[in-house]
Structures are given as C-alpha cells and as structure tokens.
T-cell receptor, first 109, second 117 residues
Framework: LAKTTQPISMDSYEGQEVNITCSHNNIATNDYITWYQQFPSQGPRFIIQGYKTKVTNEVASLFIPADRKSSTLSLPRVSLSDTAVYYCLLRNQGGKLIFGQGTELSVKP | SAVISQKPSRDICQRGTSLTIQCQVDSQVTMMFWYRQQPGQSLTLIATANQGSEATYESGFVIDKFPISRPNLTFSTLTVSNMSPEDSSIYLC??????????????FGPGTRLTVL
C-alpha cells in the first residue's frame, strides 16, 4: 500500500483554522484518501474521505489537488477538544487500512 | 455505523501466560481486523480475521503467537500467547462497514489495554 507522509506534530490556539497536509506521491488510481482522529485511550474515529477536489462535512474539509499526490485536512476554528492525533491514510474500497505515524495536534487556550 | 465492544477493556498479566481478547460487533460484517498500538506509537495491523478460515497475518506476526478465531460474522477473538513485557500494548478490533456518508468506512473498537509484567 502507498505510503503517506505528514508532520509529526502541530500546535494551534483555540479559534484558529488548522490545516494538516499529507503527501502521498505513489497514490494508486483506486485509492481513496481518508482521515482518522484518535483521542488518548480510544480507537481511531473516521473524519472524512475523498477522491479528488474538495469534500466538506460537519467536522472538516478535505482539499485534494488534481494530481492527488497530496491532500490537506482543514479543521475550522479548533477548540481544546480537537487535541488529538490525526492520521492520513489511503484505502481502496473494502481494503485494509495501514497507519502511518500521524500528526499530533495540540490546541492551546 | 457499527457498535464494537471488546473484552476485557484492560488486563495485567504475568509473562509466559496467554490472554484471549474478544470482539463483538452489533451487526454482521465481512471484514474484521486486529491491530496493535504500542505506547506512543501508531497502529500496526496484526491480521485480517477471516470467517470460516485461517486468519491472514501481516509481516512480523505469526499464528502461533497471535492465534485468531472468527466463528461467525459478528465475533472474533485474538489470543496473545506466551506473553512478554514487549507485548504490552493496546489491541484493537476493527471492521469495515458502510458509514453514514454511504461508502465503506473502517470502525474501531475501544481497545484492550494489556500490561505484561
């Protein structure tokens, strides 16, 4: 499965917009880009998934350029409760997820 | 979405012993996986639990150490055998189901926190 690369950690303050970029240069045609969030002592939770262009839901937006070699997860107006690890992953329909290192986001007051 | 429960939620075990972790899903699922998350690390896929046949293990994991059962489409067990302190981890069960947005999502259980002394 293609590898993803993302920053190890990021810091932000409450109310700010946070953008986490992920690189996936070897993405396959049938791969979808999916993002998960994990709080301490909990299993990962699905945030958003996309194939190309932009996807938005009640939690986040996902921006994917035309070449699909990268993607950006955007969290609007973060709060302290958004402090978590965020994982960028590639999956094909029905396929297993292979986790990379993830980005540890710390939101400060 | 799927409701996934795991038993036990945590345990402290002596080295050399074995622990069996149960995963129960509230609906039938085709694909079920077991992951391990060591302290401060990301998740590592152990194996795919196949219903009615032997599990498919990832590189670095073997059946003798992590035997898996999948007797039906809602239940699976993972056994951590002959434990050592290096097996101290959170073990997570995961399934693939259609999510609220209409495509396949992978859902995770709450995990089993294992400490081996």
């Amino acid at each position: 499965l293609a590898k993803t690369t993302q920053p190890i950690s990021m810091d932000s303050y409450e109310g700010q917009e946070v953008n986490i970029t992920c690189s996936h240069n070897n993405i396959a045609t049938n791969d979808y880009i999916t993002w998960y969030q994990q709080f301490p002592s909990q299993g990962p939770r699905f945030i958003i998934q996309g194939y190309k262009t932009k996807v938005t839901n009640e939690v986040a937006s996902l921006f994917i350029p035309a070449d699909r070699k990268s993607s950006t997860l955007s969290l609007p107006r973060v709060s302290l409760s958004d402090t978590a690890v965020y994982y960028c992953l590639l999956r094909n329909q029905g396929g297993k997820l292979i986790f990379g290192q993830g980005t540890e986001l710390s939101v400060k007051p | 979405s799927a409701v996934i429960s795991q038993k036990p939620s945590r345990d402290i075990c002596q080295r050399g012993t074995s622990l069996t972790i149960q995963c129960q899903v509230d609906s039938q699922v085709t694909m079920m996986f077991w992951y391990r998350q060591q302290p401060g690390q990301s998740l590592t896929l152990i194996a795919t639990a196949n219903q009615g046949s032997e599990a498919t293990y990832e590189s670095g994991f073997v059946i003798d150490k992590f035997p898996i059962s999948r007797p039906n489409l809602t239940f699976s067990t993972l056994t951590v055998s002959n434990m050592s302190p290096e097996d101290s981890s959170i073990y997570l069960c995961s399934v693939v189901m259609t999510g609220e947005q209409g495509y396949n999502e992978q859902f995770f259980g709450p995990g089993t926190r294992l400490t081996v002394l």
